[in-house]
């Protein structure tokens, strides 16, 4: 994640609304705007040009990046939800430009990991929760009320539909798109889509592909790679080798590979 700039240039200093409450400990950037009844406490430390809206609580110990947006009733750097949690020191980080929706919440990690990531230009919408040691890529999109357990990890560009669930150490790939309304009890391959209680793949994800704008090639061997991988005959195992030697090692061929060669929880099919 990007380091925080506290360069003066022409900038404003913090505009802090006399309702809210800043903790002496935090640090804030030029051209930082805190909303009505807003409350920052220790251990924070917001990148310029971040705007915190009305009634936002940012707990402690967070790190925001530049130019982020967070509106109403948001609520970010919580204790983890977690009984193992005995009060540890615990993080949490958040990239640039990433907004946060109205009551979305985000909680620190523990001290299996020591932190919860999300990253630059992500839409986090209304309701959702990301829980602790979760690790958010860049461009992540969760729509409203998703609500992921802890070790969550969501690769670059992936898209969740609201209101689904997402088990505890489930992985999402890169590019991958799950629909609303799913359960999540298992990993989503890079590049793929999935939806449903219980969870199907349902190809690639071609719409994301077009937005892209993902070369043909790209897209000819993802799909003869999917097709060996989920529409023969063979057994994951088998279908793995069967990829690896017959289908064109792009990056992101073997990206889908090693994906699916290192779940531990097991693929959605």
């Known amino acids: 994640m990007s380091e925080i700039a506290f360069d003066t240039g022409e900038q404003c200093e913090a505009r802090i609304h006399d309702t809210a409450i800043v903790h ?14 807003a409350i920052i406490g220790p251990g924070v430390t917001i990148g310029n040009g971040t705007q915190v809206g009305s009634n936002v609580l940012i707990e402690r110990d967070t790190t925001v990046g530049q ?105 999402m790939g890169a590019h991958s798109f799950c629909g609303g309304g799913s359960r999540i009890p298992q990993d989503i391959p890079p590049y793929l889509r999935a939806a449903g209680n219980p969870c199907k793949l349902y190809g690639l994800n071609t719409v994301g592909f077009d937005r892209r704008g993902v070369s043909d090639d790209v897209r000819r061997a993802l799909k003869s790679a999917y097709r060996i991988l989920f529409q023969s005959k063979l057994n994951l195992s088998q279908a793995l080798i069967k990829a690896e030697s017959e289908v064109d090692q792009i990056p992101e061929v073997r990206h889908l590979l090693t994906f699916i060669r290192d779940s531990e929880r097991g693929i959605t099919t």
């Not at 002496?24 to 009844?37: F, I, S």
């Not at 602790?132 to 802890?150: F, K, P, R, Y």
């Open 67 to 171: 130019r982020c947006r967070f509106s109403h009733g948001a609520v970010l750097g919580t204790d983890p939800q977690d009984l193992k949690y005995e009060g540890e020191a615990s993080h949490l980080y958040v990239g640039d430009r990433t907004v946060v929706r109205e009551y979305a919440t985000l909680n620190r990690g523990t001290k299996a990991s020591g932190k919860t990531v999300v990253g630059s230009d992500c839409l986090i919408m209304a309701y959702a929760h990301v829980a602790h040691d979760c690790e958010i890529g860049s461009h992540v999109v969760l729509a409203n009320s998703v609500n992921m357990g802890g070790h969550v990890t969501i690769e670059d560009w992936a898209i969740v539909g609201g209101v689904t669930a997402i088990h505890q150490f489930v992985r």
């Open 24 to 37: 002496e400990d935090a640090r804030l950037g030029q051209d930082v705007v805190v909303g009505p009844h």
